[in-house]
C-alpha cells in the first residue's frame, strides 16, 4: 500500500504531470493508415467501408496515435501538412463507420458533420470544418488541399489509396 502511494505521489508530482503532450519531436508513422488505405481504398478513390469496419479498431489506434502527437514546433511544414489531411482524412473516415451502413455524410449530425467537434488533437476537440478551413486552408494556402482532404461525399475529390507523407507530399499533392 505504502508502494502505491509512493507512486501516485510522485506521478503526480507537477514536473511529471505536467508533460505535455507536444513534446514528441518528431512527427507520427502515418503507415498504419497507409496500410488501412491499401487494403480499403480502390485505385479510383472508392472506400470499401465494410472491409475497412473489419479494421475500425486499427484506424481507431492510428487516431489515438495523431491525438498524443499533436504538431509540434520542430516538424517541416509538409509533416505538419501530411499531418492534418491524414488526420482529417481518417477522422472522416471513421465518422463514416461509427454510423455504417450510411447512405450519405449528410445523414449523420444533422446534415452538419463537418461541424462537430469530435477529433482529439492533443487535449482538444477539433471539427472537420475547422481542421480545414483554419489549419489547412489558412496556414498552408495552397489549393491543392481541396484535392487532397475527401469528405466521403460523392462530390468531393476521391480519397487516396496511400497517406500522405512528408517525403512525398509535392508528388501527392500534384497527383491528388
Not at 72 to 98: C, G, P, R, S
Not at 118 to 130: H, M, N
Request: hydrophobic share 40%.
Amino acid at each position: 500500500m505504502i508502494f502505491l502511494y509512493l507512486l501516485f505521489s510522485i506521478i503526480s508530482y507537477p514536473a511529471f504531470s505536467s508533460i505535455s503532450l507536444s513534446q514528441h519531436l518528431s512527427p507520427p508513422s502515418h503507415e498504419q493508415w497507409d496500410q488501412l488505405l491499401k487494403k480499403n481504398v480502390l485505385s479510383g478513390g472508392k472506400v470499401n467501408y465494410k472491409s475497412m469496419k473489419a479494421d475500425a479498431l486499427l484506424l481507431k489506434e492510428y487516431l489515438e496515435l495523431l491525438r498524443i502527437n499533436p504538431p509540434a514546433t520542430t516538424w517541416n511544414q509538409n509533416e505538419e501538412m501530411a499531418y492534418w489531411i491524414n488526420l482529417y482524412n481518417a477522422a472522416t473516415v471513421d465518422l463514416i463507420l461509427q454510423n455504417y451502413p450510411v447512405k450519405s455524410i449528410q445523414e449523420i449530425k444533422n446534415g452538419k458533420p463537418w461541424d462537430e467537434p469530435f477529433i482529439g488533437v492533443g487535449d482538444k476537440k477539433l471539427s472537420l470544418s475547422y481542421i480545414e478551413n483554419e489549419v489547412l486552408r489558412k496556414k498552408f494556402s495552397d489549393p491543392r488541399i481541396h484535392f487532397a482532404i475527401n469528405c466521403a461525399s460523392k462530390s468531393c475529390p476521391a480519397l487516396m489509396n496511400a497517406a500522405f507523407t512528408s517525403d512525398l507530399l509535392e508528388a501527392q499533392l500534384n497527383k491528388a
